[in-house]
């Protein structure tokens, strides 16, 4: 599961295809480092929207990865990354 730190864009669901952005902490600790492609290629499984009274709006969306990549995103998330969850081929 990823947690977004942005909205998922209209339209998005299971079966789209996103990639994987991120923007990871610099040595401060506090402040993000340019934003770069985390995952060109990964596939939405599920959209599960976690709304409560003890808990923050946020959106939880489980991803298929190639096996390659999911050291890169569990460094990403461990490590403090903002992880946005892009269309593919958007803008392009």
Known sequence: M???S????AGVGPGSAVELWHAPLLEDGRTPDAPRVLVG?????RVAEA???LSQSRTDVEVVIDRADVADVLAAITGGSAISIIPAGAGS
């Open 2 to 4: 990823v947690v977004s």
């Open 51 to 53: 709304d409560g009274m």
């Open 41 to 45: 290629d990964a596939v939405i499984a």
């Open 6 to 9: 942005t909205a998922i864009p």
